[in-house]
T-cell receptor
Framework: DTGVSQNPRHKITKRGQNVTFRCDPI?????LYWYRQTLGQGPEFLTY????????KSRLLSDRFSAERPKGSFSTLEIQRTEQGDSAMYLC?????????????FGPGTRLTVL | DAKTTQPPSMDCAEGRAANLPCNHS???????VYWYRQIHSQGPQYIIH???NNETNEMASLIITEDRKSSTLILPHATLRDTAVYYC?????????????FGAGTTVTVRA
């Protein structure tokens, strides 16, 4: 399968713990996006990378959240000191080299539950 | 960000056409309309997008009104596997790219 992959698919953690999610985009895609989706709502944009550069961050991305894409390939999203309000589906998407010309392809998501 | 308005839910009979409406009255002249769908427990799947002209692909057709204030996604022959949440989205510019501004979507249930 050459689509976007995300790991883990599910994560259960206790409040206050740190968690890290990984996203592997489609191999030739240089743009990578993170979205968050809470129950019954559509996904909300969090942040975006072009190659290794993080070009935009939403106000939803508090100081406890950090995203990286060190070599312009896979990306990680870390949440420090998790809170129950962080429980959500975290979605990763990627798109091709032509800015604004290609649709975003989504991965299956990582479902986070904070107890 | 331009907002979209969709009915919360609709039913459709298997084999019939499903017409999904969307209002985007505040859309600006260079903003595209995208449609995605999300089947339970999966990531959103791209369906189609357009700016001014009607568009058709192997999945669906997109009809955009002349004033661009509304659009309709048409699934020509709905199957049970088309049961999903359908999102009408206006693409919002970012630095050198865009983000997808999702609403709550329409839950479409295709019934046998």
């Amino acid at each position: 399968d050459t689509g976007v992959s995300q790991n883990p698919r599910h994560k259960i953690t206790k409040r206050g713990q740190n968690v890290t999610f990984r996203c592997d985009p489609i191999s030739e895609h240089n743009r990578l996006y993170w979205y968050r989706q809470t129950l019954g709502q559509g996904p909300e944009f969090l942040t975006y990378f072009q190659n290794e550069a993080q070009l935009e961050k939403s106000r939803l991305l508090s100081d406890r959240f950090s995203a990286e894409r060190p070599k312009g390939s896979f990306s990680t999203l870390e949440i420090q000191r998790t809170e129950q309000g962080d429980s959500a589906m975290y979605l990763c998407a990627s798109s091709g080299r032509l800015a604004g010309k290609n649709e975003q392809f989504f991965g299956p998501g990582t479902r986070l539950t904070v107890l | 960000d331009a907002k979209t308005t969709q009915p919360p839910s609709m039913d459709c009979a298997e084999g019939r056409a499903a017409n999904l409406p969307c209002n985007h009255s505040t859309i600006s002249g260079n903003e595209y309309v995208y449609w995605y769908r999300q089947i339970h427990s999966q990531g959103p799947q791209y369906i189609i997008h357009g700016l001014k002209n009607n568009e058709t692909n192997e999945m669906a057709s997109l009809i955009i009104t002349e004033d661009r204030k509304s659009s309709t996604l048409i699934l020509p022959h709905a199957t049970l596997r088309d049961t999903a949440v359908y999102y009408c989205i206006v693409r919002v510019p970012l630095t050198n790219d865009y983000k997808l501004s999702f609403g709550a979507g329409t839950t479409v249930t295709v019934r046998a």
